[in-house]
Structure formats: structure tokens, C-alpha cells
């Protein structure tokens, strides 16, 4: 994506269109825990991705608060995603999923309950 030329300009013309009970903290710098958090994520996606892509699962499906749809990100994207918001501190936006297979697309929750369970099997050894 090229450069935002208003990036940082509290006069950003793309403000107005923000609804006015927008919350403007997407500025705010991350705090150490939102950072330490994030990285987590990133360690534990990692995790997700080595046990259930050879499964045949090809990412995560979010629901949209905003939209209240769901959302699909493949593995790639949503590591790459959550690393841009690591480096930047914002996401960059991108494309949705084109005609995803929702079969193929598991929760966050789905993902950490699975991995708890490959890693009580293990101990139980």
C-alpha cells in the first residue's frame, strides 16, 4: 500500500467520515501488555497454523462486529496482518477472503481448545 499522505494530520479529511461515537484512541501508542499480548497471539497462531493446516484448515474466521459478518483470514494473512500491527501499531487493510469455504475456517477459540487438547494428549503419554 503506498504511503497514507495524511498520516498523523489531525486535519485527515477522512475523519469526517468516522461516526461521531467513533472511539480516535487508533492513535494511541500500544501499551507494553497490548504489545506482549499481540505477540503472544502471533506465537500461539503459529502453534494453530503447524497443527491444523496439514488438517486441511486454511485459517481463521472472525466475526465482524461492525458488519456482523464473518470474516475469513488464511494463516499467512493474519500473521501477516498482526505483525504489520506490531511493527505499526495499525493494520493495513486488505481484501477478504474470495469465496472461501467456510468448512475450511475455524474460531480463535476452536484452534486454542484443539491445541490444548494435542497437548493434554501428549502429557498423558
Do not use: N
Not at 498523523?8 to 467513533?22: F, K, S, V
Not at 496439514?54 to 461492525?66: K, L, N, Q
Not at 495499525?90 to 474460531?107: C, G, I, K, L
Amino acid at each position: 500500500m503506498p504511503p497514507d499522505p495524511f498520516a498523523g494530520d489531525p486535519h485527515d479529511p477522512a475523519r469526517d467520515l468516522l461516526d461521531d461515537d467513533h472511539d480516535h484512541d487508533d492513535d494511541r501508542p500500544m501499551t507494553p501488555q497490548e504489545r506482549e499480548d499481540l505477540v503472544g497471539d502471533l506465537s500461539d497462531l503459529a502453534v494453530y497454523q503447524a497443527l491444523l493446516e496439514p488438517r486441511g484448515v486454511r485459517g481463521i474466521v472472525v466475526d465482524c462486529g461492525e458488519c456482523d459478518e464473518p470474516h475469513y483470514h488464511d494463516w499467512a494473512l493474519l500473521a501477516a496482518s498482526l505483525k504489520q500491527l506490531l511493527d505499526d501499531g495499525r493494520m493495513r487493510p486488505h481484501e477478504p477472503a474470495f469465496d472461501p469455504d467456510p468448512d475450511a475456517y475455524v474460531s480463535w477459540e476452536y484452534c486454542r481448545g484443539y491445541a490444548d487438547g494435542v497437548t493434554a494428549s501428549e502429557s498423558a503419554r
